[in-house]
């Protein structure tokens, strides 16, 4: 990571997440060509984002990788195909499984409670990795240690997954995390290489100018050119895998969610449901029933007085706590459209990931369903006036309904 401008000028212009370091020793020490072959053998574009830096070297400007690790990702070469827009590496880690973290004993209370939330971050999406704090390097997964260097390098992660585990270890620079100096980005950062660590690269690698104000594309190192449906193919505002930064928090948007996720689904069941059971929804904020608009062509909206075909639904056991609900209208079911970012529509044959939801009921006795894809919940948007649609983070009056049996 690096700032863009020095570090007086913190208030008035934005900071760089990832960049090279610019001391002249580094920059005037060449990179063995047997190392660019080996790291195009891996995937990777070198033509940005790549030089020495102490006894190995910084690729994409924030990943630290030694001359063996390159080694074992140029063998490890693989065809498999990237699985997310927010781009992931060919390497992931294995899961379900617990990744314990340790974080150095000398950052301050601040750094800690940001490292903590961090985790708890990860951990609020349910995703098939949990995030537990380690109590020494040695019994951890991932270490986060610091250094010390008056450059522009903020820190770097060592590299992506190998092997099935995560990249290890994590390092900080206390020239800006230090016990005087509590930046806005701290807990952002942390989550960021954390990121890398589990094999996500960052959602403008095709053009950093967008985030950084300058550079060029990072190559895709053979991972990343597939997108989810549903997910922006161009870089993604807000993301936490941005490259670069403003110093200020970016928690997980709608679209991380929903690449999280999808990388690493997990288990995570909701409240008991009328499994089997005929019932009509019928929305909270205007007391009308939802339809499956147009015999389900349309998408769903809660804009009716009675119940009719269009306005049933039967609760399907999706395995896991989940469930799905099939229309009356048409036998299709309920589909979260583009992973939540388009509206509910009935219109699938079969139950995939983003025909499942969670079945949550409320302490005022409505529910409210929780699309499983990007953990969003579902509203009756503009207060019944537009289409469902599942892009909610927290439940308010829209995302409440009331249900009953036919």
């Given at each position: 990571m690096r700032k863009i401008v020095p570090y007086l000028c913190l208030l008035l212009l934005a900071f760089l997440f990832a960049c090279k370091k610019e001391d002249k020793q580094t920059a005037a020490s060449p990179v063995p060509e047997e190392?660019?072959?080996?790291?195009?053998?891996?995937?990777?574009?070198?033509?940005?984002?790549?030089?020495?830096?102490?006894?190995?070297?910084?690729?994409?400007?924030?990943?630290?990788?030694?001359?063996?690790?390159?080694?074992t990702l140029a063998a490890e070469k693989t065809d498999k195909k990237p699985?997310?827009?927010?781009?992931?590496?060919?390497?992931?880690?294995?899961?379900?499984?617990?990744?314990?973290?340790?974080?150095?004993?000398?950052?301050?209370?601040?750094?800690?409670?940001?490292?903590?939330?961090?985790?708890?971050?990860?951990?609020?999406?349910?995703?098939?990795?949990s995030f537990q704090r380690?109590?020494?390097?040695?019994?951890?997964?991932?270490?986060?240690?610091?250094?010390?260097?008056?450059?522009?390098?903020?820190?770097y992660s060592a590299g992506f997954p190998v092997g099935g585990n995560p990249a290890s270890p994590i390092r900080l620079n206390t020239y800006y995390y230090n016990n005087s100096s509590h930046r806005a980005d701290a807990l952002t950062v942390i989550a960021h290489e954390i990121g890398h660590a589990i094999g996500y690269r960052h959602t403008d690698y095709m053009n950093r100018a967008f985030s950084c104000g300058s550079g060029g594309s990072e190559g895709d190192a053979g991972v990343g050119a597939n997108p989810v449906l549903g997910t922006p193919t161009a870089p993604s505002a807000g993301s936490w895998m941005l490259a670069c930064s403003s110093n200020t928090d970016r928690p997980f948007t709608f679209y991380d969610r929903i690449a999280?996720?999808?990388?690493?689904?997990?288990?995570?069941?909701?409240?008991?449901?009328?499994?089997?059971?005929?019932?009509?929804?019928?929305?909270?904020?205007?007391?009308?029933?939802?339809?499956?608009?147009?015999?389900?062509?349309?998408?769903?909206?809660?804009?009716?007085?009675?119940?009719?075909?269009?306005?049933?639904?039967?609760?399907?056991?999706?395995?896991?706590?989940?469930?799905?609900?099939q229309s009356l209208a048409n036998n299709s079911y309920v589909c979260a459209e583009a992973a939540g970012a388009s509206p509910l529509i009935a219109n699938r044959s079969a139950i995939g990931l983003w025909e499942?939801?969670?079945?949550?009921?409320?302490?005022?006795?409505?529910?409210?369903?929780?699309?499983?894809?990007?953990?969003?919940?579902?509203?009756?948007?503009?207060?019944?006036?537009?289409?469902?649609?599942?892009?909610?983070?927290?439940?308010?009056?829209?995302?409440?309904?009331?249900?009953?049996?036919?």
């Open positions: 190392i660019s072959a080996k790291l195009k053998t891996a995937g990777f574009d070198i033509s940005e984002g790549l030089s020495k830096y102490k006894d190995g070297y910084l690729v994409e400007y924030d990943i630290f990788l030694t001359a063996d690790q390159i080694n699985q997310v827009e927010h781009y992931t590496t060919n390497n992931l880690v294995s899961s379900p499984r617990t990744l314990r973290i340790y974080m150095d004993a000398g950052f301050d209370a601040y750094m800690q409670s940001s490292f903590d939330q961090a985790l708890g971050r990860y951990n609020a999406q349910h995703l098939g990795l380690a109590a020494s390097s040695g019994a951890a997964d991932i270490s986060i240690f610091s250094f010390y260097e008056v450059s522009n390098v903020l820190g999280l996720v999808t990388t690493y689904p997990g288990t995570y069941p909701g409240n008991t449901a009328p499994l089997g059971k005929i019932i009509s929804l019928k929305a909270r904020i205007n007391n009308k029933y939802v339809c499956a608009e147009n015999g389900g062509a349309n998408a769903l909206i809660a804009n009716r007085d009675a119940v009719g075909p269009w306005e049933q639904f039967r609760v399907i056991d999706a395995g896991n706590g989940l469930i799905a609900l499942r939801f969670r079945w949550i009921t409320n302490s005022d006795g409505s529910v409210s369903l929780q699309a499983f894809v990007s953990n969003s919940y579902v509203a009756a948007e503009n207060a019944g006036a537009a289409s469902l649609i599942a892009n909610r983070e927290v439940i308010g009056d829209w995302e409440k309904y009331s249900w009953q049996q036919h």
